[in-house]
């Protein structure tokens, strides 16, 4: 079975420091991958992908990710973290070609001043 | 703002009953997505349609259904409510060349009493 696990229930740091949320993930074949964002009372927006090509992939609001094959992860990262990034994370995969996704269980990150 | 809308905001309605959730997508998307986002089961994929046409389905129940309609709206009915229906219901919708680049909507919140 196809699935994404985000280790981490809750992610806490200071302004300024930097910020890293985990993503494993099982999937057959070659992944697409996936980070998305939620801030309270928003739905989902997108973050960045990695389809194929350079590990390091840049994404919006100066996040980026990790795809390190042979550990199978997709970690987020971004060197200094600021207060308005305290969200709801979620990393995803894709698991057909029509664009399913399965979805990790969140990481909530919480930056404090 | 993502250009997908979803109506209602909010629904509160009782145990037994039926509700019907409105979504249009992007203007130019013809894939629509529905997620079900609860405390307990986390973002859980439910159906996917394209131009009106079903697409992929995930963890739907049997109660629930959807379609999409020749103006590429959806809609989501949930039927015979249970408590454990309450969850916030997102859409969201991508283009065909991007399948995995979904647009979220900013959800239904539906409290079933």
């Known amino acids: 079975a196809q699935s994404v696990a985000q280790p981490e229930d809750q992610v806490n740091v200071a302004e300024g420091n930097p910020l890293t949320v985990k993503c494993t993930y099982s999937?057959?074949?070659?992944?697409?991958l996936f980070w998305y964002v939620q801030y309270p009372n928003r739905g989902l927006q997108f973050l960045l992908k990695?389809?194929?090509?350079?590990?390091l992939v840049k994404g919006s609001y100066g996040f980026e990710a990790e795809f390190n094959k042979s550990q199978t992860s997709f970690h987020l990262k971004k060197p200094s973290a600021l207060v308005s990034d305290s969200a709801l994370y979620f990393c995803a995969a894709q698991t057909d070609s029509w664009g399913k996704l399965q979805f990790g269980a969140g990481t909530q990150v919480v930056v404090t001043p | 703002d993502s250009g997908v809308t979803q109506t209602p905001k909010h629904l509160i309605t009782a145990t037994g009953q039926r509700v019907t959730l409105r979504c249009s997508p992007r203007s130019g998307d013809l894939s629509v997505y529905w997620y079900q986002q609860s405390l307990d089961q986390g973002l859980q994929f439910l159906i996917q349609?394209?131009?009106?046409?079903?697409?992929a389905k995930g963890n739907i129940l049997e109660r629930f259904s959807a379609q999409q309609f020749p103006d590429l709206h959806s809609e989501l009915n949930l039927s015979s409510l249970e408590l454990g229906d309450s969850a916030l219901y997102f859409c969201a919708s991508s283009a065909i060349s991007s399948p995995s680049e979904q647009f979220f909507g900013p959800g239904t919140r539906l409290t079933v009493l």
């Open positions: 999937v057959s074949g070659n992944p697409y």
């Open positions: 990695y389809i194929t090509g350079d590990n």
């Open positions: 349609y394209y131009n009106g046409e079903e697409r």
